[in-house]
């Protein structure tokens, strides 16, 4: 099939009015995940967690997470969440499902998505409209080119909703086999794709990504995750790494044609 377009995005993370453009000029739109907001890092007015504890906590909790001090994080959380006139996980899942509503009616026809760390797997069932096809460790063939998608991040001391351990998620990754295009939440494990320039941190990637990259060589490598990368794409052998971007601040896609 000649003349196949592709948009991909990830990290969402509440852009609805982008969501609406994303598929604009494509065959199909790619989601790699993170559609939820909890807290905006670079809006601390924005998200689930200023919405329920207001912007001076939310400007806290973002100085404690920036400087690693993950435990005071943690602290600050148990004593909000212990105040709250509520039950945090009613809380949590209302205002995530507020958010899913939203944006799954953004998503435009096909849409082939899989989870990001921050997203709950289990609510997307109930969202996930006819032509959005959600895979996780599962292949499609789109325009004569299979697509293999991992969902999901490793686990870190941040301790987001769909974090798995290092052997389940490599499973998955095993399980996909030789792809032409790896469509994944976080990057391989290599520093200038983990890298994020602004907290000045090494996000998680994965040594199972790497190893199927040098060992199946994909043409494409597409990942996200990582808001402000040190390099946004870079060759590992013969494939073509691309971290598709940080799609809530940009709204732009990354087009894929062949």
């Known amino acids: 099939m000649a003349g196949m377009r592709v948009n991909v995005i990830s990290d969402v993370h509440g852009n609805t009015q ?22 905006d890092y670079a809006d601390h007015s924005r998200g689930i967690f200023p919405d329920l504890f207001g912007v001076e906590n939310a400007d806290r909790l973002v100085e404690l997470r920036t400087a690693r001090r993950f435990d005071e994080a943690r602290n600050l959380g148990r004593e909000l969440w212990a105040g709250l006139d509520a039950d945090p996980a009613a809380a949590i899942e209302a205002a995530v499902r507020r958010q899913y509503a939203e944006m799954f009616a953004a998503l435009p026809v096909p849409t082939y998505a899989t989870y990001g760390n921050v997203d709950i797997p289990g609510l997307w069932p109930e969202y996930a409209r006819p032509g959005t096809t959600v895979l996780d460790g599962e292949r499609v063939e789109l325009g004569g080119r299979v697509f293999g998608f991992v969902g999901g991040g490793l686990r870190t001391p941040m301790r987001t909703p769909y974090e798995i351990s290092d052997e389940e998620y490599a499973a ?24 994020d320039t602004v907290p000045r941190r090494f996000e998680r990637g994965s040594r199972a990504l790497l190893e199927a990259i040098r060992r199946t060589k994909p043409r494409y490598a597409l990942f996200g995750h990582v808001h402000q990368p040190l390099a946004r794409r870079m060759r590992i052998g013969s494939t073509e790494c691309v971290n598709v971007g940080h799609f809530a601040a940009t709204g732009r896609p990354w087009a894929l044609e062949w």
């Open 18 to 39: 982008g969501l609406l453009t994303a598929g604009d000029g494509a065959d199909a739109l790619i989601c790699l995940g993170d559609l939820v907001l909890f807290l």
């Open 172 to 195: 998955k990754v095993e399980a996909l086999g030789e792809v032409d295009v790896l469509c994944t939440h976080i990057p391989p494990d290599v520093p200038e794709l983990t890298y």
